[in-house]
C-alpha cells in the first residue's frame, strides 16, 4: 500500500527540475529570455496568445477596410461645376468669348456640355477642369 501513496518530494523535484533546468526554444524561449527569466513558460505563452489574436483582428480590420473602400470608390460621380465659379475665370482669360457664348451655357454643366464654339477658344487647362460627365 506504500508504493501508491502520493510521494509530494517527487512532485517537487520534478516541477523544480522543469522551471530550472528546462529551457522552452522558439519564440516561448525568446520571450524569456527578454523578461529575464522573471516570467514563466506559461505566461509566455499567454503573452503570445494575446499577441496573435491582437495581430489577427488588426489585419482582419485593416483588409476588410481596404476591400471596401475600393468597393465603393466606382460610385463616386463628379458633380457638375456652376456656372458662377467658372465665369469669372474664362471672362478674365479669355476676352474673346462673348456673353452670347455664354448664355449658352446651363447652370450647371460638365466638359460634354460646353458648345463647340467656345471650347475651341479655351485652353486645355480650363477645359480639363472641369468634370466629365458619368
Keep these: ?3 501508491t501513496q502520493f510521494n509530494s518530494h517527487e512532485e517537487a523535484s ?9 529551457q522552452p526554444a522558439g519564440l516561448i524561449g ?3 529570455k527578454i523578461f529575464r527569466g522573471h516570467i514563466k513558460a506559461e ?19 485593416i483588409f476588410s477596410s481596404i476591400f471596401f473602400s475600393q468597393k ?9 461645376i456652376s456656372k458662377e465659379v467658372i465665369l469669372p475665370a474664362i471672362k ?6 462673348t456673353d452670347s457664348m455664354l448664355k449658352q451655357l ?11 464654339d ?13 468634370p466629365p460627365r458619368p
Design 1 to 3: 500500500m506504500l508504493e
Design 14 to 22: 520534478y516541477s523544480a527540475l522543469n522551471t530550472s533546468g528546462y
Design 30 to 32: 525568446f520571450l524569456i
Design 43 to 61: 505566461t509566455a505563452t499567454n503573452i503570445l496568445i494575446v499577441i496573435t489574436v491582437v495581430s489577427f483582428t488588426l489585419s482582419a480590420i
Design 72 to 80: 465603393n470608390t466606382g460610385k463616386l460621380i463628379p458633380k457638375p
Design 92 to 97: 478674365q482669360e479669355f476676352p474673346e468669348i
Design 106 to 116: 446651363p447652370e450647371t454643366f460638365y466638359r460634354e456640355d460646353i458648345p463647340p
Design 118 to 130: 467656345m471650347a475651341n477658344k479655351l485652353s486645355q487647362e480650363i477645359i480639363n477642369s472641369i
